[in-house]
């Protein structure tokens, strides 16, 4: 048996990661349709025809880095050992606080509605959607909804209250939709 096959799936692997380095930091510095497959390449320190050897377009590589975003999301929070609904959301605060400048030039390009369809796609999978019974899908809908848009008021307010803090506010919004009921 060869080592080959190993090792070109780590050569891929590297290569994808070089990619997705490279789209977040030009995100982070130039308008998404203003980024070019130059560019890509540049940054990643790769040419163009490797590019095209892996990818059909740049939005493939966009989604391809949204997935390995949430699935390290994911990871952060599985990691966290969360028992109740408040550290899920100091867990997923905490994940987004270290990546802020990443979320904030998705924000800027508008990208935000696609990171959310990924996020969206990839939950049913997630220990989030395990907190809930399986039998009432709508209170895991609502809650993976109140958190995204609990996100996006933190980065329209700045992004400036800490996990702990945006944990605390989603508590204090599940006490006012008990006590409204």
Known sequence: MTDKPIV????????????????????????????????????????????????????????????????????????????????????????WQARLSFLQSLAVNRLLPRLLTVLTQATNDSLLARMFPQTEPYIYAFAAGGIWNLMVAWLQAGAVDAPAVMAQKARLVAKHLVAIM
């Open 8 to 95: 070109r799936v780590q050569q891929v692997d590297q290569t994808h990661e070089w990619f997705q380095e490279a789209l977040a930091q030009l995100l982070q510095q130039t308008p998404y349709q203003q980024i070019t497959v130059s560019a890509l390449a540049n940054r990643a320190g790769l040419s163009r025809r490797t590019f095209y050897r892996h990818y059909v377009s740049i939005d493939q590589l966009l989604e391809e880095l949204l997935g390995a975003e949430v699935a390290q999301l994911f990871k952060a929070i599985q990691k966290a050992h969360p028992k109740h609904f408040q550290e899920v959301v100091y867990a997923y605060f905490d994940y």
